[in-house]
């Protein structure tokens, strides 16, 4: 099954290549669409630039970004989940979060942290706490009460349904919102990078684009996509490995 879902991807990415090709030829004009080719060949052009400090430098803020949002967005459901004032108090908050426009938001970072990586860590931040706070949230919600009511019978804590119920039960919640928040993430740095950076991939295809470079545009872009496809795959082992009960349903 899962080598059919394999082929079925390649499949696609190859059609959808294909159609990138026509496109691309169709239009003729590199500045503005160019070819996989094109891209390709560029990614080996400035293979050394990207690899050794443009993608460094994101990567560095994509990490720190998730990592803090990972314990914050944890911390937030479980303040939610344990205490329900708290959980009124929050999640307008949390909802209110995101109706800010990351591109009005991102300015104010740089005036006040200026182009050192915090400015661009707060962006990513902001982006990607939401979905791990309201999704882990929402795991700790599906527990059955019947359970706890059960595991309370026997004597047992808060702590304990927090440890034997709904930890397990949130598990996968969290890792769908992990895997949610690593293309967030990339993306929350890349337009932070856009909009005030010396370096990092996003700082990069502004560069480009200035220089009216299509295909040194495009190869950041593909180059941080891809990224974010292996770094989301690794989390789907790590699932899988960790989430044991899961394959025997």
């Known amino acids: 099954m899962k080598n059919k879902i394999n082929l079925s991807s390649l499949i696609l990415t190859f059609i959808l290549l294909m159609i990138w090709e026509a496109a691309a030829l169709g239009i003729d004009a590199a500045y503005i669409l160019p070819t996989p080719i094109q891209v390709i060949k560029k990614l080996w052009e400035l293979r050394v630039a990207l690899f050794t400090v443009h993608l460094p430098a994101t990567m560095a803020v994509t990490s720190i970004g998730l990592l803090i949002s990972i314990v914050l967005g944890v911390a937030l459901a479980i303040v939610m989940d344990s205490f329900p004032k708290a959980e009124k108090a929050i999640y307008p908050i949390v909802i209110a979060s995101q109706t ?40 700790f919600k599906a527990t059955k009460r019947e359970m706890e009511e059960m595991i309370i019978t026997y ?38 990078e856009w909009l005030g950076a010396q370096s990092g991939l996003g700082y990069f295809s502004k560069r480009m684009m200035t220089q009216l470079d299509g295909a040194g545009v495009f190869a950041p ?17 790590l699932e899988n490995r960790i989430i044991q009960w899961r394959k025997e349903l």
């Open 100 to 139: 800010i426009p990351t591109t009005a938001i991102a300015p104010l970072f740089i005036l006040w942290f200026g182009y050192s990586i915090w400015s661009k860590v707060l962006v990513t931040i902001l982006m990607t706490f939401f979905p791990i706070t309201i999704t882990v949230f929402d795991g």
């Open 155 to 192: 004597g047992a804590s808060k702590k304990d349904i927090f440890f034997t119920l709904k930890l397990p039960t949130a598990l996968p919640n969290f890792f769908s919102a992990i895997k949610m928040s690593i293309p967030l993430s990339v993306i929350g740095a890349a337009i932070a």
């Open 221 to 237: 872009i593909v180059l941080l996509s891809v990224v974010a496809m292996i770094a989301v795959a690794i989390i789907n082992i």
